[in-house]
């Protein structure tokens, strides 16, 4: 994903944006299967670890609006 093309963004501004948003809702401890997604992810690189992880955030949300 191009983020800068997407968003108009430098990827380091996208993540300081999206950051504490995505660590806000790992705190509450609501989303279990995504935090060990995340916290499991120890072999990808950060980027490919905040991708996967804010696909998993964004598809449930995508859920709790359909």
Not at 6 to 16: I, V
Not at 49 to 64: A, C, D, I, P, Q
């Amino acid at each position: 994903m191009n983020i800068q093309r997407r968003s108009g963004l430098t990827e380091e501004q996208w993540r300081t944006t999206v950051g504490p948003y995505l660590h806000d809702i790992l705190r509450t401890g609501a989303y279990p299967q995504l935090s060990r997604v995340i916290h499991e992810a120890t072999d990808l690189d950060n980027d490919v670890r905040f991708e996967r992880g804010l696909t998993h955030v964004l598809n449930g949300l995508k859920g709790l609006v359909s």
